[in-house]
């Protein structure tokens, strides 16, 4: 056994000792086991084989890793002396599960955010107290005092804004893809461990609605979400995450992607989309969101807003004479500036989205033309419903008409990106055209009907709708996306045929496209 340790340290990877040091051994009788122990300036390490192998390491100073020529290791000495073992020795060694650290800047502002409000009002109030309290003629040489030192203050605010625009101008970033100028105050890494802590609570929410992994939906997102992530490797926002899917099943019309590349896709949305290419615009648009970070992007802008808006607070709650009215006027300030920022800001991020979502899903070869004919489906959906519309100015996200008109004025760009990426030729059918076509049929037979009796109230399905595909849509999908290969090789990747396929295979089984 000595010989053993003697071998094993010599032919040590991390520092092999020389011969002189293995001189020194020495083997001590003792009554009991062996234990045999290896000591220096620096370190200590004891074994003993009968109890399964304890080891103790001590050191007084930092221990030698890696050994280089010109490095002089200090002697060695090997002696073999009994050691009583320490009490719980023959007991298992357990470590305790990692505590992971939780996301310093985000959580803290999301923790200061309410308080900060609170303590702005509470100043507010305790200086409109304070005002009120002051006798008349103290009133009066403080707004004295003011007026004869006004250009001292108007300089030393002038002052403050010049700072607070420095240290804004100092977290400018541009945007990935699109080269934009953005202010961000939160850093990726942030975002990406709070967007760990997220997943883990939506995981724990959906757990028990969540769809199984061999459904055909979740087959369906899971090779849609790889192609397009595959076709844009070449983005390190793209290739730097893994992508994983989620499916949930929810008759909502929703998908989300968080920022760490964890994608939710809802059953309700898989039920309004028609075919493969227009689900592969919408987690493009998703996944365009993670890509550009517009989550952290956002929620730097509303922490800016909000501290800037501090100072209004406060003098709402200084100047209103009674708390009500400081209320109201509280609410007032915060439903501006909902108005003015917060919502045209998330407008602006959704439609930038849809543009870096229709190239994602150009280099993956879909076909662009069915963006437009998405968002017509949807508003021509809403109308049928009935459902009631917001104007734009009252939602964080654009119209239904504004985002086709959006998409269909950049085609012409997103059919030349494709063709750069080497796709096939797209049908001679084009799908806008297909949908103007069943809305004009759809249109004379609600004519035919008549506008007055109770057939015209009811909400009709559109040929190629959503509503129409509820259970073939899924299966469509899949054997569509069974003619994408498999990633393994970039010439695949060069030659295969993409998410494009015949109208007969793209279409639900029994539904008439035009």
């Not at 759809?442 to 259970?471: F, I, Y």
């Not at 899949?478 to 990747?493: G, V």
């Amino acid at each position: 056994m000595v010989s053993l340790c003697v071998h094993l340290l010599r032919s040590s990877r991390l520092c092999p000792l020389p011969a002189h040091l293995t001189r020194n051994l020495q083997v001590r009788k003792h009554a009991g086991p062996p234990l045999y122990r290896l000591q220096s300036g620096c370190s200590q390490v004891s074994w003993k084989p009968q109890s399964g192998s304890f080891i103790q390491i001590s050191c007084h100073r930092p221990p030698l890793l890696f050994c280089s020529n010109g490095i002089q290791t200090s002697p060695w000495r090997i002696t073999s002396t009994p050691l009583h073992p320490p009490a719980g020795a023959g007991q298992p060694f357990h470590t305790s599960a990692p505590v992971r650290a939780l996301p310093a800047a985000p959580l803290i502002w999301m923790l200061i955010k309410p308080v900060q409000k609170i303590a702005a009002m509470i100043l507010g109030r305790s200086i409109r107290k304070w005002w009120v309290a002051l006798p008349a003629n103290r009133r009066q040489l403080l707004l004295q005092w003011v007026r004869q030192r006004r250009w001292h203050l108007a300089a030393g605010a002038g002052v403050a804004m010049v700072m607070v625009a420095l240290l804004l101008l100092t977290h400018l970033d541009e945007s990935p893809v699109t080269g934009r100028t953005r202010l961000l105050v939160f850093s990726r890494e942030n975002y990406m461990e709070l967007a760990a802590l997220t997943s883990e609570g939506y995981m724990e929410e959906f757990a028990e609605v969540l769809v199984p992994v061999t459904d055909p939906r979740h087959q369906v997102v899971e090779r849609v979400v790889q192609h397009l992530a595959e076709r844009n490797k070449d983005i390190p926002e793209v290739s730097d995450v893994t992508w994983s899917v989620h499916v949930v099943h929810s008759p909502h019309q929703n998908a989300f992607v968080l920022p760490n590349g964890e994608v939710f896709m809802f059953t309700g949305m898989l039920e309004a989309v028609a075919d493969v290419h227009q689900l592969t615009i919408v987690l493009g648009h998703e996944m365009a969101h993670a890509v550009l970070g517009h989550s952290a992007e956002q929620a730097s802008l509303s922490h800016v807003v909000d501290l800037l808006s501090l100072v209004l607070l406060t003098a709402i709650w200084a100047v209103c004479p009674r708390d009500s009215l400081a209320l109201l006027g509280q609410w007032v300030q915060h439903k501006l500036s909902e108005l003015i920022f917060s919502r045209p800001y998330s407008r602006k991020l959704e439609a930038e989205a849809d543009q870096v979502g229709l190239q994602l899903a150009a280099k993956a070869c879909a076909d662009v033309r069915a963006g437009p004919v998405f968002w017509q489906q949807m508003e021509l959906r809403d109308q049928l419903t009935g459902e009631p519309a917001l104007p734009e100015w009252l939602s964080t996200h654009p119209s239904h008409r504004n985002r086709f008109t959006q998409l269909d004025r950049l085609i012409p760009q997103a059919l030349e990106l494709r063709d750069s990426c080497v796709c096939p030729g797209l049908p001679a059918t084009d799908p806008r055209a297909v949908f103007l076509k069943s809305v004009s049929v759809l249109l004379e037979n609600t004519k035919d009907q008549g506008t007055g009796g109770q057939e015209a109230r009811k909400p009709h399905h559109l040929p190629h709708s959503p509503a129409s595909l509820p259970t073939g849509l899924p299966a469509a999908l899949l054997a569509t996306t069974a003619l994408l290969p498999s990633p393994k090789t970039e010439q695949e990747n060069k030659n295969f045929v993409p998410l494009v396929a015949s109208e007969s295979a793209v279409a639900a089984p029994g539904v008439n496209p035009h």
